[in-house]
């Protein structure tokens, strides 16, 4: 399994945890996942802190973009060779879905 996908795979997990409400350790046993495993990875993913060959994406602000004129219809976004195009209308609880997995790549 590479990186990437064990990156996926524990954040996915971690997601999952998150919106079951439910205490970890109770979570993990019914999904049968090893609580220390779990503990560390959710440790790693939200981790505000990255080590210094990676970029720092973890306190990164967001700031809303207006655009009273309508110029573009479309906004892109590149960082550390990651590109998201956004076209007008797009689902903005998917954006935050993509930017937190990204999250878990770079920190």
Request: charged share 25%.
């Amino acid at each position: 399994m590479t990186r990437i996908s064990k990156r996926l795979e524990w954040s996915k997990k971690i997601e999952l945890w998150k919106l079951s409400g439910k205490k970890a350790s109770t979570w993990c046993r019914e999904h049968q996942v090893l609580y220390g495993s779990f503990m560390w990875w959710l440790n790693r993913l939200s981790s505000k802190t990255c080590s210094s060959k990676e970029p720092v994406f973890c306190k990164a602000q967001f700031v809303e973009l207006k655009n009273p004129l309508k110029l573009s219809p479309s906004i892109s976004l590149e960082c550390a060779g990651v590109k998201i195009h956004l076209q007008t209308g797009f689902d903005a609880d998917l954006l935050k879905d993509c930017l937190g997995i990204l999250r878990g790549f770079f920190c």
